[in-house]
């Protein structure tokens, strides 16, 4: 069983930092591709940042490149999303999500993540 549990969202200056964890249950890192997604209102759920830590592949969507990076601590099992530089465009609920066990497809298509966090909200004001 997957279990996600976001953290750490709140309210920044455009041009701060925030990081936000993910606490990630068991042996998931080793099985599943691991995402940050993010949704803001009124627009559908996209895949800013994801790893796959079995084959190494990243991917990062193009507004977020060289401002947002993921990682994990594997000793807290827990995977981070590290933001630099902040925009008030960045504002959305922010997901962490793990995809559905040997999924070999594009880490950018949502449909391929079965497991989600609750969310955290990030509000980023000018």
């Known amino acids: 069983q997957v279990q996600l549990a976001e953290s750490g969202g709140g309210l920044v200056q455009a041009g701060g930092s925030l990081r936000l964890p993910c606490a990630v249950s068991g042996r998931t890192f080793s099985r599943h591709i691991l995402a940050w997604s993010r949704q803001a209102p009124g627009k559908e759920r996209e895949i800013v940042a994801a790893?796959?830590?079995?084959?190494?592949?990243?991917y990062y969507q193009n507004p977020v490149k060289g401002r947002f990076t993921i990682s994990r601590d594997n000793a807290k099992n827990t995977l981070f999303l590290q933001m630099n530089s902040l925009k008030p465009e960045d504002t959305a609920v922010y997901y962490c999500?793990?995809?559905?066990?040997?999924?070999?497809?594009?880490?950018?298509?949502?449909?391929?993540?079965?497991?989600w966090g609750q969310g955290t909200q990030v509000t980023v004001s000018s």
């Open positions: 999500a793990a995809s559905r066990q040997g999924y070999t497809g594009s880490l950018a298509y949502t449909g391929a993540y079965d497991y």
């Open positions: 790893k796959s830590w079995i084959n190494t592949s990243t």
